[in-house]
């Protein structure tokens, strides 16, 4: 049954725009990291730190806020255009539930993300390849930096893909993004272990780290973060009244 509902989400998404966010996010954000390397690679590579450790904590910080808003549109409209048209309530009539909907939709804006990420990790690996001095770039590295990122983005876009569940209002969904944002650009300034419940704010982390290695404690809070809100969600989408 759980193929059978992907396969329907998928022929559902197809025409929204959903998936091609996060496939127009990926190419921007190659896009504009590569621009942005070519403006300031003088300075950061004068700079006192590893050169590897500069180009994926520097970039990573510019294409952060691209994927962010990609995260905040994707999962506020996914929802949003089933309650737009009852689409819930239609399909009620097939042998579907409600929380399969729920882990189908999450699978695809996974898994888009994903994609997401590769493409601008493919920029990033061009850039190391062939403006880092000889032997900084470390590809080990980049993938390595690349697997904790997508983890630790994986609360936010779970965390968002609930707040779409619980509001039919695009622009509440929306405005609880953008308030989510910027509460985490606000906590991750100070230094209190409650910026870790923030999925906001674990996104943001290595942007101002200026580290590149995997923080074990951050990327284990993620995953626990993302179980506990998958199962919130499963739970609300079974309970909620779709009428």
């Not at 180009?55 to 806020?65: E, F, K, M, P």
């Not at 493409?119 to 590295?141: M, Q």
């Not at 965390?159 to 969904?173: A, D, G, R, Y």
């Not at 209190?192 to 284990?220: C, E, G, H, T």
Request: charged share 10%; net charge positive.
């Amino acid at each position: 049954m759980g193929n059978y509902s992907l396969r329907i989400e998928m022929q559902k998404l197809r025409r929204t725009g959903v998936i091609g966010t996060f496939i127009f996010t990926g190419v921007a954000g190659a896009i504009y990291a590569i621009m942005n390397w070519y403006v300031r690679k003088d300075i950061l590579l004068s700079a006192d730190i590893d050169p590897m450790t500069t180009l994926l904590t520097q970039l990573y910080g510019v294409i952060c806020l691209i994927n962010i808003f990609a995260i905040v549109v994707s999962t506020s409209n996914i929802y949003h255009i089933e309650y737009q048209n009852n689409g819930l309530k239609k399909m009620k009539t097939l042998p579907i539930k409600a929380s399969e909907i729920f882990i189908s939709k999450l699978v695809i804006l996974i898994s888009t993300l994903l994609l997401s990420y590769m493409i601008e990790f493919v920029a990033l690996a061009f850039l190391g390849k062939k403006y880092l001095p000889n032997s900084s770039f470390d590809f080990h590295t980049l993938v390595q930096f690349g697997v904790y990122i997508f983890l630790i983005s994986l609360p936010c876009l779970t965390f968002m893909l609930v707040v779409s569940i619980l509001s039919t209002n695009l622009w509440i969904s929306i405005g609880v993004g953008v308030i989510g944002f910027f509460s985490g650009m606000s906590m991750i300034v100070t230094d209190n272990s409650i910026n870790f419940v923030n999925p906001f704010s674990l996104i943001l982390i290595p942007s101002v780290s200026l580290s590149a290695k995997v923080d074990i404690f951050i990327m284990l809070t993620s995953v626990f973060e993302t179980i506990v809100l998958v199962a919130a969600g499963i739970m609300i989408a079974n309970k909620r009244r779709y009428e």
